[in-house]
């Protein structure tokens, strides 16, 4: 594993208008050869190792799943459907299970601001499954918005959580680094939530990410951007062997700076490391990453 410095977070580093078709540059990586046939992969692990009960909850609750035999055969059949359509670690592991929206600290407010009318938006959101954890414990979904590159994985949604037609959500399809990206949502939402999202990017393109963010945000005090991405005792660029993916990952410091690079107004950032780990993951098959890995959990206001 190597890093580079924390330099590309500097106030006066160049900013540069990056160009990207996936969000991760697939032919040079590994992930393009785990073809959905083979499998024969770490991130791709056959079966669920628990369910955490939170999960079990919602999939009971929200879809009509009774047992738990039920949800896991439902939950296998749609994750090796998106399997064929990108072989990511996060389908692969299925760590969509995680809801981790509701792992951040800022979650019970979260959901308090919800239930007043205010609205939330999952950047990178695959199937909406952190939306569907907000809809069921806000008990409203009409103030969701959720926007991703891969159309199909938010039809995969629908099917993973059988809401098609009782989902009163708005998802929008396409590239964040777009000069179109949502153009219509400029000072729209109060929240924005971005989940194993920025860690697929290098400093350059997290900076483009950070300032759509920053356009798309009320220009108000308390309107912010928390989530939880890979990170690292120290910022900067970490390469993944197994899979052929370079990473930004930030540390505290790196994490402040994107947030007070060149945007508007003042912020106030809070931010911790914790461990990278998940009820559902089966552990002998992490080779893939380094046991090492740690998440990056952060919240940014405006002030």
Request: hydrophobic share 35%.
């Amino acid at each position: 594993m190597s890093s580079s410095p924390t330099a590309p977070f500097a106030p006066n580093a160049p900013t540069g208008n990056p160009t990207i078709l996936k969000s991760v540059d697939l032919e040079k990586s590994n992930v393009e050869h785990a073809e959905s046939e083979s499998k024969k992969v770490d991130w791709y692990q056959p079966e669920i190792k628990a369910l955490p009960s939170s999960t079990m909850e919602v999939f009971k609750n929200y879809t009509g799943f009774q047992t738990e035999e039920e949800m896991k055969t439902h939950i296998y059949r749609v994750r090796d459907k998106a399997w064929k359509v990108l072989p990511y670690p996060c389908i692969g592991i299925f760590r969509f299970l995680d809801f981790s929206i509701h792992l951040s600290p800022e979650y019970p407010n979260v959901v308090s601001r919800l239930q007043n009318g205010e609205t939330l938006l999952d950047l990178g959101c695959c199937f909406g499954h952190d939306l569907r954890k907000a809809a069921y414990d806000s008990g409203s979904s009409s103030n969701l918005y959720g926007a991703d590159l891969e159309g199909q994985f938010i039809e995969l949604g629908y099917e993973l959580f059988q809401d098609k037609d009782k989902f009163n959500g708005q998802f929008n399809i396409g590239s964040v680094f777009d000069d179109s990206f949502m153009t219509d949502c400029d000072a729209k939402f109060d929240m924005i939530y971005l989940g194993s999202f920025l860690h697929l990017f290098n400093a350059q393109q997290q900076r483009a990410i950070a300032r759509k963010v920053n356009r798309m945000l009320k220009p108000k005090a308390g309107s912010m951007v928390f989530g939880r991405n890979l990170g690292a005792e120290e910022g900067g660029e970490y390469h993944l062997k197994t899979i052929g993916w370079d990473m930004y990952r930030h540390s505290n410091e790196t994490m402040r700076r994107l947030w007070e690079h060149k945007n508007e107004g003042k912020w106030q950032i809070d931010s911790f490391l914790t461990k990278n780990e998940s009820e559902v993951w089966d552990k002998s098959r992490r080779g893939w990453q380094e046991n090492t890995t740690q998440m990056m959990v952060f919240v940014a206001k405006r002030v």
